[in-house]
């Protein structure tokens, strides 16, 4: 069984960076796209982004293009978010997922073989 576990979470300013890893233990995440969704208070889980298992394709929801980048390091067998230019709608807590599949549209559904169980990401002055 394909355990995530995030990392990275906290309080910053609106117009601050933080950075989210997402790291596996016992299996290489060689093999599956991984990606990261959000869940904000009151609201329903949505996709941010994933990275393909060669790290050459990856998807972002509008929101966040141009202020989120996704990448993967899998010599170190870890999955990263930089977070920048964060605004208060940011706040969510932030899970990793991983899909033994490509980085697609059903990935950013949700449509995702296992979760991690999050982080908490608070944007706020």
């Known amino acids: 069984q394909l355990q995530l576990v995030e990392s990275g979470g906290g309080l910053v300013k609106p117009g601050g960076s933080l950075r989210l890893s997402c790291a596996a233990s016992?299996?290489?995440?060689?093999?599956?796209?991984i990606g990261w969704f959000r869940q904000p208070p009151g609201k329903e889980r949505e996709g941010v982004s994933c990275?393909?298992?060669?790290?050459?394709?990856?998807m972002y929801t509008d929101s966040v293009k141009g202020r989120f980048a996704i990448s993967r390091d899998n010599a170190k067998n870890t999955v990263n978010l930089q977070m920048n230019s964060l605004k208060p709608e940011d706040t969510a807590v932030y899970y990793c997922?991983?899909?033994?599949?490509?980085?697609?549209?059903?990935?950013?559904?949700?449509?995702?073989?296992?979760w991690g169980k999050g982080t908490l990401v608070t944007v706020s002055s």
């Open positions: 016992k299996f290489t995440l060689d093999y599956y796209a």
């Open positions: 997922a991983a899909e033994f599949g490509p980085c697609d549209e059903s990935f950013m559904t949700g449509d995702v073989d296992y």
């Open positions: 990275i393909s298992t060669s790290g050459r394709d990856t």
